[in-house]
């Protein structure tokens, strides 16, 4: 890997940019949503995710890479938007088959209102986020529109077969990954929607489709891994910042970096009691099963171990930013983008 990303110089730059862009979009996506309750059952959870304010990473990166590219804001908006409602679709699926108890500080949807319901509200935000993706058209002409709907529908499905790997892994039990296993499912499941697509879709815009997509791969991946290694370790160690259930990725045996480290590292007997515990069902799992993975875990120094590799990723990072947007003129979107990194690998929630 490439050597660890260095410190910030603007500590404030990446939350205020978060919380100025996150608010633009929040603004244009509730236009989307119902302005009241009028489909019993549906409008209802419809705006639930949404409304819980997440961090708005994925669209603020998006507006700020149009931005940087020359772009006016109204420009990128409908496909920030279009990103937040995918995001809060894909959430809503993943808390059901993922098991999860919580998001964003709050019980997750499917134990407000029951899985069948929950489901039908992932779809629907789904389905709604075609909207702004057909508003493009009219905003940036048909050509570039049809081209931000073909990432989309990349993203998609690139999406859909990181969540089959990360799910058919645990319904295996699968004790054999190795870190390019990890990093191969993080590039479909998480990079994709969290930071190649919204990249790739600013630089699309801003550049009038002249810039080429590949180096965005490439970013994307560094900056997307590094944040999901980020996200896993907070889940261990985090505190009540982090809004989703603590050690909520040991109880649903997800294979994180850590999990696979530690399977290659235990002993054979204890490597076999490991599969036993991620072989029960969730509700099997108990506290101290947690507790003993957790001290195994710290014992053979798996979360430390994870953390240098996302060092290594944030640095290869800022390698390939600065292959993209050095050409670029100075600008506070072109710094929020290169702070980003390290703020991915030091934020607490």
């Known amino acids: ?9 603007a500590p404030d730059l990446v939350p205020s940019v978060l919380a100025e862009y996150g608010e633009i979009t929040r603004k244009a996506l509730n236009r989307y949503l119902p302005s009241k309750s009028s489909r019993p059952y549906l409008d209802e959870l419809l705006a639930d995710y949404p409304a819980r304010r997440g961090k708005m990473m994925r669209s603020s990166l998006c507006i700020a890479t149009a931005r940087a590219f020359g772009a006016p804001m109204e420009h990128a908006v409908c496909s920030a938007v279009a990103i937040e409602l995918l995001h809060n679709a894909f959430l809503i699926h ?16 499917h134990h407000l209102h029951g899985i069948p319901l929950a489901l039908n509200a992932g779809d629907s935000l789904s389905l709604l986020s ?26 998609a ?13 645990r319904r295996d039990n699968r004790m054999d990954l190795s870190d390019e296993d990890y ?19 600013g630089a699309l815009i801003g550049s009038r489709g002249a810039a080429p997509l590949e180096p965005f791969f490439r970013f994307g991946f560094f900056l997307g891994a590094a944040f ?54 969730r509700e099997q799992r108990t506290a101290r099963d947690v507790d003993w993975i957790l001290a195994q875990m710290q014992r053979c120094g798996s979360l430390e171990y994870a953390l240098g590799i996302a060092r290594g990723l944030a640095g290869a990072a800022l390698r390939e930013y600065e292959h993209i947007y050095d050409e670029l003129p100075e600008s506070r979107d072109r710094r929020f983008i290169r702070e980003l990194v390290t703020w991915v690998l030091k934020r607490a929630s």
Do not use: F
């Open 228 to 281: 999901q290694i980020q996200d896993d370790v907070l889940n261990l160690a985090g505190d009540a910042r982090y809004g989703k259930e603590l050690n909520g990725d040991i109880l649903e045996g997800k294979r994180t970096l850590m999990l696979n480290h530690l399977c290659r590292t235990l002993s054979a007997a204890k490597r076999a009691r490991l599969s036993r515990v991620l072989s029960a069902a």
């Open 130 to 155: 075609l909207h702004p993706l057909k508003e493009n058209a009219r905003i940036l002409g048909p050509r570039l529109a049809l081209r931000v709907l073909e990432e989309t529908e990349r993203m």
């Open 157 to 169: 499905w690139e999406s859909a077969e990181g969540q089959a790997l990360d799910l058919g892994w």
């Open 183 to 201: 990093l191969v499912m993080v590039l479909k499941k998480t990079c994709w929607l969290a930071t190649i697509y919204p990249s790739r879709v």
């Open 94 to 109: 993943d808390d059901i088959q993922d098991g999860s108890d919580e998001r964003r500080g709050r019980p997750a949807l």
């Open 1 to 9: 890997m490439i050597a660890a990303a260095p410190a910030a110089d």
